[in-house]
């Protein structure tokens, strides 16, 4: 049925259309090509007293209607809910200051429930935008409340959530502890920031944790009060000793008793551990069937003076930033990826005095290097690739001095038709290189060729370099040979432009 939204001439100025509009834009009206023409045209009406300059009296009352006519067209309500819902729980609005934690700000929260009501309506409706959250113990009877209507808005959606607890457990919020702990079996990934005088406090969460799969521990035995009572920083810390679900660990223990940490967590169950910081790498050998072991931008804030000796893991995946690589043993590892964006300023230098050591002490034959941000010594790079035969995957991003990758280099990864000599790399199937260098062309192109029977993957992207005709026909006749060749070049308008 057709809906008549247009105002007659002969209406007063002083009724009340909006009345009508605001109830239409309460039920996120969704007007079709005609009604919108009908509203276009009421709005036309009312423009046309404000622009024949009607008394003051008149304007405001006028524009407020105007406003009101025009929401009805605007192309957000043309948003299903569906997709307004997921805008809504975009990681950009859950961010917090601490690392991995997730947080959405109270006063975010109001300003977008107060756009419209259907924004409100579906805000209200999206069961996942209340599951994430930070609780900050010992807390009030607000902090309560607030923790108590995001718990009943969440519905029965798993709960990602940041816990601050400062001091014991005896001075906490009871009412927050204990909504805490009734919600604990749908936690899903939860930060927690406390000392060893709150640990205790969460023992009712043991064997209540069946959904969590992320723990991001912070702990630090120097967050206690001077009243906390000193029992209460003895007792065994056993929360999360069973959650059938935990893989991923993310370690941050500074002055921390090593002993009661230990039966806190189940230990054969952690696939992915990141350590944040030094002092808690010493736990990495604990995890026996440890898959990846990583390092936090904050892993070297802390414990500067290094260890008495290197720390050997188990975990066949390493991520890392070169300086740690002093601190580790690394025997099983079979994919080793660097990056100093991992890390902080000044431990971005990757050379050999710090590669040798960890090669040899670890007697590592991994499979897959990845170099990424790193600055290399133009004479390094050469011996540190010969140091693993085995490399089947090479990629090396943005290594920060174009004479990291020089012809020299490329002619020696060259492989002789005759088979004669030594034969580095003689199983690499994928290689990367992207940045600016200064190796030739046809260095690049004689190398690739030379290998064009057993290398499968090649992806190149390469600033201030330009390719001949005939360069680009060599390169497309590597993919005619099956050789999965993309190539990009910056273009004068400094952006990468795929020519091949």
């Not at 050379?351 to 050591?357: C, L, R, Y």
Request: aromatic fraction near 6%.
């Amino acid at each position: 049925m057709r809906l008549c939204l247009g105002i007659s001439r002969r209406t007063s100025l002083a009724a009340d259309p909006s009345s009508v509009a605001l109830s239409w834009a309460r039920e996120n009206l969704v007007p079709d090509d005609e009604q919108r023409a009908s509203i276009q045209e009421t709005i036309a009406e009312l423009q046309g007293p404000l622009d024949s300059h009607v008394d003051d009296s008149e304007v405001d009352h006028l524009r407020h209607h105007i406003d009101l006519w025009s929401s009805l067209l605007a192309p957000i309500r043309r948003i299903p809910r569906e997709v307004l819902s997921e805008i809504f729980l975009q990681p950009s609005l859950h961010e917090s200051p601490r690392a991995r934690s997730p947080k959405f700000s109270h006063r975010g929260t109001n300003a977008i429930l107060a756009v419209s009501h259907h924004w409100r309506e579906t805000i209200l409706s999206t069961a996942e935008f209340w599951a994430q959250f930070d609780v900050a113990l010992p807390g009030n009877s607000n902090g309560a409340s607030l923790l108590e209507l995001y718990l009943k808005r969440s519905k029965q959606a798993p709960l990602s959530i940041a816990v601050l607890a400062w001091g014991a457990g005896p001075i906490w919020h009871a009412r927050i502890l204990q909504l805490l702990i009734s919600s604990c079996e749908r936690w899903a990934h939860l930060y927690l920031e406390t000392g060893s005088a709150g640990l205790p406090a969460l023992s009712p969460l043991r064997g209540h944790l069946p959904l969590l799969s992320s723990l991001d521990l912070h702990l630090h035995s120097g967050w206690m009060p001077l009243d906390t009572p000193q029992s209460s920083a003895t007792a065994q810390p056993d929360a999360f000793e069973v959650a059938p679900c935990l893989t991923t660990l993310t370690l941050n223990v500074r002055n921390f008793p090593i002993t009661p940490l230990l039966p806190l967590l189940p230990q054969p169950q952690i696939k992915n551990l990141v350590i944040g910081n030094l002092d808690s790498l010493l736990f990495a050998k604990d995890f026996p069937d440890l898959r990846i072991l990583s390092f936090s931008r904050t892993s070297m804030k802390f414990g500067m003076d290094g260890l008495s000796s290197a720390v050997e893991i188990s975990a066949p995946v390493l991520h890392a930033f070169p300086l740690m690589l002093k601190f580790i043993t690394a025997p099983a590892v079979r994919l080793l990826d660097l990056d100093t964006k991992l890390g902080i300023d000044n431990h971005t230098t990757l050379s050999m005095d710090i590669w040798t050591p960890f090669i040899r002490r670890s007697a590592c034959r991994p499979h897959t290097l990845q170099l990424h941000n790193l600055v290399i010594p133009s004479r390094d790079l050469l011996p540190m690739l010969t140091d693993l035969p085995n490399l089947h995957t090479l990629v090396l991003r943005d290594l920060g001095r174009p004479d990291a990758i020089t012809t020299n280099l490329l002619t020696q990864l060259t492989l002789s038709p005759s088979g004669a000599g030594t034969m580095i790399f003689p199983e690499l199937t994928n290689l990367t290189i992207v940045g600016s260098y200064i190796f030739t062309n046809v260095s690049l192109l004689a190398m690739l060729e030379s290998r064009s029977d057993s290398i499968e993957r090649v992806k190149l992207e390469f600033k201030q370099r330009t390719f001949t005709a005939e360069e680009l026909h060599r390169a497309r006749a590597l993919k005619g040979k099956g050789v999965d060749l993309t190539l990009w070049c910056v273009d004068a308008e400094k952006k990468y432009v795929q020519m091949i």
